[in-house]
């Protein structure tokens, strides 16, 4: 403590600055990674096949069908809500389809095979997503099976 006339300033020691310094930095580290983790997400358990689970922008479904059915009905749901095809990639475990809306977003829809008669279905909207149209194709994908 040094006094200035009727003042006391308390100055405080170097350790109590670092340990400051370090808690600041360790605080602004995790509000940075939360800000990034943010998003909106609706949580449904995905176990089940034909539930759904919405998460930063791409819905996740497990369709209780075999890889080649699915497939198709991912094609079908496409042509019927008129989207044009940009791109189509296909192997025997996952088929990848692009295509764009009448306003221009792109849409991506991925079948890939989980097992024998399990099929996961992820289909991305837009850039950061668009959740009611993910589920809109995902109702054209389930009413073609």
């Given at each position: 403590?040094?006094?200035?006339?009727?003042?006391?300033?308390?100055?405080?020691?170097?350790?109590?600055?670092?340990?400051?310094?370090?808690?600041?930095?360790?605080?602004?580290?995790?509000?940075?990674?939360?800000?990034?983790?943010?998003?909106?997400?609706?949580?449904?358990?995905?176990?089940?096949?034909?539930?759904?689970?919405?998460?930063?922008?791409?819905?996740?479904?497990?369709?209780?069908?075999?890889?080649?059915?699915?497939?198709?009905?991912?094609?079908?749901?496409?042509?019927?809500?008129?989207?044009?095809?940009?791109?189509?990639?296909?192997?025997?475990?996952?088929?990848?389809?692009t295509a764009r809306t009448a306003e221009d977003t792109r849409?991506?829809?991925?079948?890939?095979?989980?097992?024998?008669?399990?099929?996961?279905?992820?289909?991305?909207?837009?850039?950061?997503?668009?959740?009611?149209?993910?589920?809109?194709?995902?109702?054209?994908?389930?009413?073609?099976?």
């Open positions: 403590m040094k006094p200035l006339g009727r003042i006391v300033v308390h100055l405080p020691s170097m350790k109590k600055l670092q340990l400051i310094s370090r808690r600041g930095i360790v605080v602004a580290a995790f509000l940075a990674v939360a800000a990034f983790q943010a998003g909106c997400v609706t949580i449904v358990d995905n176990s089940t096949p034909g539930a759904a689970v919405y998460v930063r922008g791409e819905l996740q479904s497990n369709l209780d069908r075999r890889f080649e059915v699915a497939e198709r009905a991912a094609f079908k749901a496409i042509t019927e809500l008129q989207f044009s095809k940009i791109e189509e990639k296909k192997d025997a475990l996952v088929a990848i389809i849409i991506t829809v991925k079948v890939e095979r989980s097992s024998d008669t399990l099929t996961t279905v992820r289909i991305r909207a837009g850039v950061l997503g668009n959740e009611k149209l993910a589920y809109t194709i995902l109702g054209k994908i389930k009413e073609a099976l």
